[in-house]
């Protein structure tokens, strides 16, 4: 039983992740190249998008804009992308790194309020 429990459980994050789980409106809103974050869960709610052009230089702290606070996004960038809970992207606060290409998070661990993207 605990061995079918830990099954479904793998397989349940697995379907979260991929892109099929994203829904219509994250990936026909989020275009190829970019960052994306959104103020509420399931990709709803106001949208910020962001591009390599929009972000200069690369490990740079970039507050979302608009004092956004995400609870959804995803990485549709080249490159790979921390989000922070913090805006000034202070490693005393939740962070995590989100691979590059193509990774969705419809429900984000914890609140994000900037992004640093990597080379």
Excluded: H
């Excluded at 190249?33 to 052009?53: D, P, Q």
């Amino acid at each position: 039983m605990v061995v079918r429990t830990a099954l479904v459980s793998a397989a349940m994050v697995i379907i979260t992740a991929t892109p099929a789980q994203a829904g219509p409106e994250a990936v026909s809103t989020c275009d190829a190249g970019s960052f994306c974050a959104w103020g509420a869960e399931n990709y709803t709610g106001k949208v910020a998008r962001l591009s390599l052009e929009t972000v200069s230089g690369t490990s740079i702290c970039v507050p979302l804009p608009e004092k956004l606070v995400a609870r959804s996004l995803a990485n549709l960038m080249t490159k790979d992308v921390s989000v922070y809970e913090s805006a000034s992207c202070s490693t005393e606060a939740e962070f995590t790194t989100y691979p590059k290409g193509g990774t969705y998070v419809p429900r984000a661990p914890f609140v994000v309020r900037a992004i640093e993207v990597w080379e």
